[in-house]
Each structure stands twice: as structure tokens, then as C-alpha cells.
């Protein structure tokens, strides 16, 4: 059920201005060239088989070459990826799901006009990504975002537009001049050396650019994408592109004229032209919102997709493939797999690791999980403070909140700004995040004492002081909602898998945001990696 949650991240800074280019995007990481796999009118289910029947414990007569423990986006899309590139040595995958329904953290809701998420509620269109929409018949359903839609960021009392391009420099106050110059330099390599340790992303940044580009451009982005601490995130594991720069060119600046010049050496191949081509930077979602797509994969696995199938017990067998015994509607379920996926969030399959390897369960269960809030309302349009119209209308991305402006709410996104159809004439639809590692105390309050805040701190920056009550769409609290990417994770990654391979557990792979990212696109991305392991 692994999916990713908060999409602030499409209210990031964009560094550009202060950076180079190759900077702006932090949680991209090496690129995919994949290929559609089915033609864009193209209808067909994915020909998955399943070899017999899955009964009763009493004997095993369902067989896989893959079983894949979790439905949420990541789960769903190795499965499409082993179904659309690796069919031929593949065929047989099935996906269990305890829930009885698939995405994950994905939740889309649709009442009385309105059309509102409340978990992750964007995706920035990569290419792998966009392959994965193509492959799932999704491709008249995309919705884009305008890309030249401003983002705000709140800063003594003023929000205030980040800059999308060099051009904006004249007119971003956001930082002093002051602070731009000791961001330049440091880019360029004019700053401390690098520690003898792994870095936080606040000592990383602060070393780097300086203060005010952290105070100002990433510690809330770390609350956006994250809903994580900067100070114990780590800077490797989170933000490993921009890591890298200063490891392969010995500064930021040095590491992208390097990266420019591997890329002038060897070209990217043809992009595939069955791909939609976004104009600028932007997010993505879908006609009738992000359930869209695990909706249509699972369509597309058809019974291969297996839902309020709770996974019991695993064991290897001497063959070296694995026995999976489940709780299901129907009674105890066995299955035998080559292989097996857990997408899962760590903690659980730490529990279901633990006899096979309790130190590869140890090491899964250390990793920290916050709570996070995602509430939905709605204001009359009339509510929204006359100086934060543009042409009469709300536009814009959205808003991120520094933990130091005194507020609570992490950000809040224009939803019926961002995407079409979102909420009726006249109507705002707000979706606000609050919460995460720095409050967790968020999981001790009502649901009412969560829109109370939330409107509390909207009256301060967007909505009229005066105005009436919101109308309450939905509130929905995740008591784990994000994997956080802290200091010594990759260690702790590395020491689970270590341990699987010490106890001769070939053919069982983890996967899920815990381990490619927590971006949703990061998801799908790390779907294809683990998908080309299996």
C-alpha cells in the first residue's frame, strides 16, 4: 500500500536564479529511456496468467513468477512494468493487497462538484512517468498544470512569488541582495569544504548557498516534499542529484558543467513519440484525479490483482522459491512464487521479514514514519483577499509556510486553481497539509481542531479575516504518512538487504518510496529499477 503523500513539492522553490538549471528539479534522479508499450487507443488487458487457481493451504496449486505483497502505486506499477517490459521472462505476476481496494495513500474523493485528494495530489510528468500513463490507457485522461502559474512562499507576513527563471532575479524579494551573492559564490565553490561526515540537508544547503537559501527556498520545500526535519534529513539520501554535483565536480556549479558536458558526449536517444510533451515545468494528475491511474493498472491485471489478501507468513523453500500464506475472505491461501516484491512500508514488512531475517527486520523497523493532516475546504471566491487575485481570479500553484513564520499549516495548494473541475462556480477548493516531523503532536487533535487551525492560518496570508466558515470537504489524518530519508538511511537500506543476502534470500526485492523516493514519480520510477532486478 506504499504511495507517496504530500505533493508540495510542486510548490518548490525554482532554483534556476540562483543556480543552474540542472539544480531546480532536487528529488529527479537518473533518467529512464523507456518505450510505450501499447498503442495510444489501445484497450487490451495486460496477458497475465495464472498458473491454477489459488486454494485452500491444503495444497499449493497456485503458482507465480512473481508475487508482489502491496497494491499502492508502487506495487501496481512493477507489476505493469514486469507485464510491459519483461513479459517474456515474467508472465505470471499476481499482486496481494490487504485492503480492499488499491493505490495506497493515493485517495481521490468526488461530491456535490467537487473533486479533491487526500493524499498525494500531483505528479510531475517525467518521462517515465508519462510512459507508465501511456501504457495504462491514460493518456486522454492527463491533466497538466499551467507552468507559468506563480508559487508563493510566505516571508514576514508577505507571500511572495519564488522565481521560475533567470528573468524573474529583478523581481524576487524573497532573498536580499546580499543573499544571492553568497548563493552565487558558494555555487560556484567559494565556501567551507565538505565535512567528514554524511550532511543534513540544513548543513548542506547553509555550507553550500548560505542561510537565507535555506531559511527562505528549502527548509519549507523539506516540509513539502518531506514533511520532514532539514536537520535530520539526510542530504545523500534525499536530495542525491544535488548531493552528486559536489562530489563529481567538486561544487555545485563545477558538477553541472560536468554533468553538461557527459550529456553534449552522449546524447540522450529519441524520445518516444507516443509520449506527451509538457510545456515548461509542471505537475500532472488526471481528469478525474490520481485514482485514475492504480484504478486502471488493476483493470489491466484484471485477477491478477488481489484484494483484502492479508500476507500471514512467508518461507523459502529448498528450491529457492517462496511459499506466501495469506488471510483471505475465502480462507487460508497459499502461493508459490520465483520471487517475491514487498512494497510494503517498512515497519510491516519488517513484521513479515522477521523469521526469515530478524536482522533485516531490525534494520527496516528504525525507519520513521510522521504523521501528517490533509485537510480540504472551500471558500467562496469572494473570501480570497482582493490583493491576492491576479485578473480577478486565484492562480498559482500554491503556498509553502516556513516553520519560522509562524504558522502551522505546512502549505496549501490551489486545487480548483491548478487543475480543471476541481470545485463548482464561484467555489475555491484549498487542499492544506499539516502536521509532519516537526508537529507531530497533530494526531492528538479532532478533525475539527485541524480545520480550525488550518482556517486559522489562511485567514492571516489568503482569506478575508471576515469571511464566512469554510465548508469542510474532508479531512483525513495519516498517522504514518512519509518515509523519512534521514541521516545513515541508505546505511540502514543497505544493512536489510545485506542481511537478506547473508540468509540466502535471493529473489525477494523491497521496493517502494521508502526505497526509490517518496515523489510519486520517484515511485513509478523506482517501479521500472526494481522491475529490471526481478
Known amino acids: 500500500m506504499t504511495s507517496t503523500f504530500t505533493d508540495l513539492s510542486l510548490l518548490r522553490p525554482t532554483i534556476p536564479s540562483l543556480i543552474p538549471s540542472s539544480f531546480s528539479k532536487f528529488t529527479t534522479h537518473r533518467p529512464f529511456k523507456l518505450r510505450c508499450s501499447l498503442a495510444e487507443d489501445s484497450t487490451t488487458f495486460l496477458p497475465f496468467k495464472l498458473n491454477g ?21 508502487s506495487g501496481l506499477c512493477i507489476a505493469q512494468a514486469l507485464a510491459t517490459k519483461h513479459w517474456d521472462v515474467a508472465p505470471n505476476v499476481i499482486v496481494t493487497e490487504a485492503r480492499d481496494r488499491v493505490g495506497g495513500n493515493i485517495t481521490t474523493l468526488e461530491r456535490d462538484g467537487y473533486l479533491w485528494e487526500e493524499g498525494p495530489n500531483s ?18 485522461d492527463l491533466v497538466l498544470g499551467d507552468p507559468n502559474a506563480p508559487r508563493f512562499v510566505l516571508w514576514d507576513g508577505t507571500l511572495r ?37 554524511e550532511e543534513s540537508v540544513e548543513e548542506f544547503v547553509r555550507r553550500n548557498l548560505g542561510d537565507e537559501v535555506f531559511e527562505r527556498l528549502i527548509e519549507h520545500f523539506c516540509s513539502g516534499v518531506y514533511a520532514g526535519d532539514p536537520s535530520k534529513l539526510s542530504m545523500k539520501a534525499a536530495f542525491g542529484k544535488v548531493w552528486n554535483l559536489e562530489q563529481t565536480g567538486g561544487s555545485i556549479f563545477g558538477g553541472t558543467f560536468k554533468t553538461i558536458q557527459e550529456r553534449s ?79 510494503v512500508p517498512s515497519h510491516i514488512a519488517s513484521t513479515l521479514l522477521h523469521p526469515l531475517s530478524p536482522t533485516a527486520a531490525d534494520a527496516l523497523s528504525k525507519l520513521y514514519y510522521p504523521p501528517v493532516a490533509a485537510v480540504s475546504i472551500s471558500y467562496p471566491k469572494e473570501a480570497i ?60 487533535k479532532t478533525e475539527s481542531e485541524l480545520v480550525e487551525a488550518v482556517d486559522r492560518d489562511l485567514r492571516k496570508i489568503l482569506i478575508n479575516p471576515n469571511a464566512t466558515d469554510p465548508l469542510v470537504l474532508g479531512v483525513r489524518v495519516w498517522p504514518q504518512a512519509i518515509p523519512q530519508f534521514l541521516i545513515g538511511h541508505f546505511d540502514i537500506l543497505d544493512a536489510a538487504r545485506d542481511a537478506l543476502k547473508e540468509k540466502g534470500l535471493q529473489g525477494l526485492f523491497l521496493g517502494g518510496n521508502f526505497v526509490s523516493g517518496v515523489a510519486l514519480g520517484r515511485c513509478v520510477e523506482g517501479a521500472y529499477e526494481v522491475a529490471s532486478e526481478v
Request: aromatic fraction near 6%; proline fraction near 11%; charge should be positive.
Open 385 to 444: 483577499r482582493p490583493e491576492r487575485l491576479i485578473d480577478g481570479e486565484l492562480k498559482g500553484f500554491g503556498q509553502l509556510h516556513p516553520r519560522s513564520q509562524g504558522v502551522e499549516t505546512l502549505g496549501t495548494i490551489y486545487s480548483s486553481s491548478l487543475f480543471p473541475n476541481r470545485a463548482p462556480a464561484g467555489r475555491i477548493l484549498l487542499l492544506n497539509y499539516i502536521g509532519g516531523a516537526t508537529n507531530p503532536g497533530i494526531v492528538s
Open 123 to 140: 505528479f510531475q510528468p517525467s518521462d517515465p512517468m508519462l510512459t507508465m500513463v501511456v501504457d495504462s490507457g491514460l493518456k486522454e
Open 161 to 197: 512569488p519564488v522565481p521560475g527563471k533567470p528573468t524573474d532575479l529583478p523581481f524576487f524579494d524573497l532573498m536580499s541582495i546580499g543573499g544571492k551573492l553568497r548563493a552565487g559564490f558558494g555555487a560556484l565553490g567559494l565556501r567551507p569544504p565538505p565535512p567528514g561526515h
Open 53 to 73: 487457481e489459488a486454494q485452500s493451504s491444503a495444497g499449493h496449486s497456485a503458482t507465480a513468477d512473481c508475487v508482489i505483497v502491496g497494491g499502492g502505486i
Open 265 to 343: 558526449k552522449n546524447p540522450k536517444p529519441p524520445r518516444d513519440p507516443h509520449l506527451p510533451t509538457p510545456k515548461g515545468q509542471t505537475v500532472g494528475s488526471f481528469r478525474k484525479g490520481l485514482a485514475m491511474l492504480p484504478d486502471a493498472i488493476a483493470t489491466r491485471l484484471g485477477s491478477n490483482v488481489k484484494l483484502s489478501w492479508k500476507l500471514s507468513s512467508i518461507i523459502k523453500l529448498e528450491n529457492g522459491g517462496y511459499s506466501l500464506t495469506y488471510e483471505t475472505p475465502e480462507g487460508l491461501v497459499s502461493l508459490l512464487s520465483k520471487s517475491v516484491v514487498f512494497t
